[in-house]
């Protein structure tokens, strides 16, 4: 980018990240080991793990807190659902989340696939991970490879946990002390949609752990955090108090004021950058382009180029990992 002495090396220290979102599931169904083997292979710079709760307390790697949309639940386990018709991890032992095969994302009803170019849903290859085992995996790998990816770990509707009588939290970062995570420098961030559970991180466990705020919009009811006010000059104040970084929805980042209105930054990525705090958005997918975007190139130029946001969380590590090659 600049012409510049600098050496290649020097110049390199710079180069956004790259965060694998639930591993590589662009390719293979998400947060399954192949598809964290794969985002490390690709180059991701950190791989991202949802963890929730089984009934016995152990951590395992699930997006949803339900496992109607990436399991064959309904086979296996007929009526162990709720009330309300779903199956929730929270009410089956590790031992028989184990038995589940995990399959590339539902549509909410029924069985079409969420994203129809991804990987054959139909396929039983997969299991339900643990949290000790894809780390693990990663800590192998960044052995057996001499790179050393990073965990980016979200903590998953921690109240709700908590109204189911588990404290999310507290069982996490046990794990992630005795897996070496202790300091601001380890290769690792913990998020949370909550910012209430991220203080907590910060009072009552005293972690070093870097964090980051997720921001969604409140009509997706993820926590008690009014996400509207967190995106002002004051909300991001307040987040800086205790965060490293925030995740925004990547429309949080380019607004349109107008339907044929040219795609316009917010200021949000300045006003956190001014705060000293990072941002990383959520989610870029080659399948699935925002409406502001007309291609994976322009999506990415936007973000990276325009924005300048210090990461983004990718279905597609390899892809991205490969524009930042040919723009650093
Ligand atoms: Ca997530």
Redesign the pocket.
């Known amino acids: 980018m600049w012409n510049t002495g600098i050496s290649g090396q020097e110049l390199k220290t710079n180069i956004p990240l790259v965060l694998a979102h639930?591993g590589a599931s662009g390719y293979l169904p998400e947060h399954t080991l192949a598809a964290v083997a794969l985002a490390h292979g690709q180059g991701a710079d950190f791989i991202?793990q949802?963890v929730i709760l089984s009934s016995d307390n152990q951590p395992v790697v699930l997006?949803d807190l339900t496992l109607d949309a990436t399991t064959n639940v309904h086979d296996l386990f007929p009526g162990r659902n709720r009330k309300n018709g779903k199956y929730y991890a929270i009410d089956f032992t590790l031992a028989e989340l184990k038995k589940l095969s995990v399959h590339e994302r539902s549509k909410s009803s029924g069985s079409i696939a969420k994203y129809p170019l991804r990987f054959p849903r139909k396929s039983v290859l997969f299991k339900i991970i643990s949290l000790q085992e894809e780390i693990e995996l990663i800590q192998g790998m960044n052995k057996s490879t001499g790179r050393n990816v990073g965990l980016f770990v979200?903590l998953k509707a921690p109240e709700w946990h908590r109204q189911q009588g588990k404290d999310l939290t507290a069982v996490v970062m046990k794990i992630l002390e005795r897996f070496g995570y202790k300091t601001v420098e380890d290769r690792i961030y913990v998020q949370s949609f909550s910012a209430k559970e991220l203080k907590r991180l910060r009072l009552e466990f005293q972690t070093k752990l870097k964090l980051v705020q997720l921001i969604g919009e409140n009509r997706w009811r993820l926590s008690e955090a009014d996400f509207k006010q967190l995106r002002t000059v004051e909300g991001l104040a307040e987040i800086a108090t205790y965060a490293e970084g925030i995740g925004p929805w990547i429309e949080h980042i380019v607004g349109t004021d107008g339907f044929f209105a040219d795609p316009e930054l917010t200021s949000l990525v300045s006003d956190a950058h001014s705060l000293g705090m990072k941002v990383f958005p959520y989610t870029i997918r080659a399948d699935a382009l925002p409406g502001f975007s007309s291609s994976f190139a322009e999506l990415l130029e936007i973000m990276f180029m325009q924005a300048k946001v210090d990461g983004v969380f990718t279905d597609f590590p390899d892809q991205v990992r490969a524009f930042l090659q040919h723009r650093y």
């Open positions: 639930r991202e949802d997006h979200e």
